[in-house]
């Protein structure tokens, strides 16, 4: 795996005045309960599978809470896993231009991160000295990036999710966050490392940050815990 960090991020980045004022669509507050301290353990399935599907209207995706987890180390890479067990999500994010009928938007920076099976985030609390289930690419001229991952675990407060950001020219302009649905959610949980915890007791529909906005912001996945998942995502943004 070949990881460049490149400096020291901000912990809590913000979105400037004129680029919340264009992209903007209204987003929520997060106050999650915090990750658990336990550990994963367990094996790593095989490779994801299958076709993938989501809402892909051409509007700007909606703006999200960076949250309170969010990396402090740039970690340029495509397999964000670091060893971490779960079953395998090949997660693709096309970036479009909603002022330019939904073109490509190439050589931007995505970033995502997430929890893992038991809830934690790296980088923060007991799991500091960590760097696992973040990175971050540049999108190619289709305006796609794709990171190897895990399914994301669940943590007290939060449906389950996974956080993304793109930044342009060393700016941010969307911070946003994706969903899964509930019968996968589910079935994942009730697997491998995600069993010991399983369910997660907080809904999309009871979710503060997707309340109002999961059918834009649901991803669907294809394939099984066994032979992993595959998703994708688009993100439009307007410059």
């Known amino acids: 795996m070949n990881t460049k960090r490149v400096g020291r991020r901000e912990v809590m980045r913000v979105i400037g005045a004129a680029g919340a004022a264009a992209l903007a669509f209204g987003c929520g507050g997060e106050t999650p309960t915090g990750p658990s301290a336990t550990t994963a353990t367990g094996t790593t399935g095989t490779t994801a599978t299958g076709a993938a599907g989501t809402s892909a209207a051409c509007a700007v995706t909606p703006t999200?809470?960076?949250?309170?987890?969010?990396?402090?180390?740039?970690?340029?890479?495509?397999?964000?896993?670091?060893?971490?067990?779960?079953v395998p999500l090949a997660l693709t994010v096309k970036?479009?231009?909603?002022?330019?009928?939904?073109?490509?938007?190439?050589?931007?920076?995505?970033?995502?991160?997430?929890?893992?099976?038991?809830?934690?985030?790296?980088?923060?609390g007991s799991q500091a000295a960590q760097t696992y289930l973040?990175?971050?690419?540049?999108?190619?001229?289709?305006?796609?990036?794709?990171?190897?991952?895990?399914?994301?675990?669940?943590?007290?407060g939060?449906?389950?999710?996974?956080?993304?950001?793109?930044?342009?020219?060393?700016?941010?302009?969307?911070?946003?966050?994706?969903?899964?649905?509930?019968?996968?959610?589910?079935t994942v949980y009730s697997s491998g490392v995600y069993a010991s915890r399983g369910a997660n007791p907080t809904s999309n529909a009871s979710d503060g940050i997707f309340a109002d906005s999961l059918s834009v912001e649901l991803v669907t996945p294809t394939g099984s815990p066994t032979s992993g998942y595959t998703a994708r995502c688009q993100i439009g943004i307007s410059v």
């Open 158 to 186: 939060r449906a389950t999710h996974i956080h993304l950001e793109v930044t342009r020219n060393g700016a941010s302009v969307k911070a946003t966050q994706i969903a899964f649905p509930e019968s996968i959610n589910a």
């Open 95 to 124: 970036v479009v231009n909603v002022n330019s009928g939904c073109a490509a938007v190439p050589s931007v920076n995505v970033e995502i991160w997430q929890c893992d099976a038991t809830g934690n985030y790296s980088q923060y």
């Open 64 to 86: 999200e809470t960076v949250g309170p987890y969010p990396s402090l180390v740039d970690l340029f890479r495509t397999d964000i896993r670091e060893g971490k067990s779960g």
């Open 134 to 156: 973040r990175g971050i690419q540049t999108t190619d001229a289709n305006g796609e990036v794709t990171f190897t991952t895990i399914y994301p675990g669940w943590y007290q």
